[in-house]
DNA sequence: GTGTTAGATCGACAGGCATCTATGTAAAAG
DNA sequence: CTTTTACATAGATGCCTGTCGATCTAACAC
């Protein structure tokens, strides 16, 4: 996390030959790389991975009760899930009367899809 | 990881009212997931996801002697980020002479690309 | 041969994470 | 009021991960 994206100046080898050009800067820098990061590591368990898609594939909010059976783990575990999500931005949610739904808060992926693109 | 994403039926809320419409069925199945997943952890530290990006702005192989002074880490943990992004298939690396070669295969990060969009 | 250099691997340690059960909380039902 | 329901939170546990210094290995230089 401490990173110094900075191109050192190359120093001459001692033997006098070159292991490879001088490479190209970055395009991203060290607050980029973290918040892209973040989100790749939020989904980066299966059941998130899960979680986003389903959410997607749903055009609107989904209740986690609707979610739980799901998945086969229990639903502490899933309420975790969606809160490493909401964390990450990624998804968001809203209580109506003893409901919560979730749904996909679209610019984060976004970002991470372009900075793949 | 143990998942089932078939959806269950839904049962009649006891109160005769309902939280939600059906939930639409997840695009992934539970291996793409688990794959995909993968991918975006090996992204989920900011020192890898900063080595793949130099990479690819690169266009052709870099040699490890030259990533280790962008990062302030030791070159051990350098190599460790290297290890796990090799074992996810993102990178791969070629040795000639002393030196390794690191790259990138673009066909992993094109398969995370396109469940994003 | 010896020495050096690039990089990987090993072993240890601290912190993080996924999971569970148990409990808390807030809203609705009776 | 009490009970039930939906979900979140707390606490515990075992595994995983990022980091380091030390060491190993393979290739070159001499």
Redesign the pocket.
């Known amino acids: 996390?401490p990173v110094d994206l900075t191109l050192a100046p190359k120093e001459k080898?001692?033997?006098g030959?070159v292991?490879c050009e001088p490479i190209a800067l970055p395009d991203v820098d060290v607050a980029q790389a973290e918040q892209l990061s973040k989100l790749a590591?939020a989904l980066?368990?299966p059941?998130?991975l899960q979680i986003v898609d389903v959410l997607r594939s749903h055009a609107g909010e989904v209740?986690?009760?609707?979610?739980?059976p799901l998945f086969?783990?229990?639903?502490?575990?899933?309420?975790?899930?969606?809160?490493?999500l909401r964390e990450a931005g990624i998804v968001d949610?809203v209580?109506?009367?003893?409901?919560?739904?979730?749904f996909v808060k679209p610019e984060p992926l976004k970002e991470l899809n372009s900075w793949l693109s």
Do not use: F, N
């Not at 209740?63 to 739980?68: K, N, T």
């Not at 086969?72 to 490493?84: A, E, I, M, N, Y």
């Not at 209580?95 to 979730?102: A, F, P, Q, V």
């Open positions: 996390m080898r001692a033997a030959d292991c590591k980066g368990d059941i998130r209740c986690v009760c609707e979610l739980v086969d783990v229990s639903q502490p575990t899933l309420s975790h899930h969606l809160r490493k949610s209580k109506r009367g003893l409901w919560s739904y979730y």
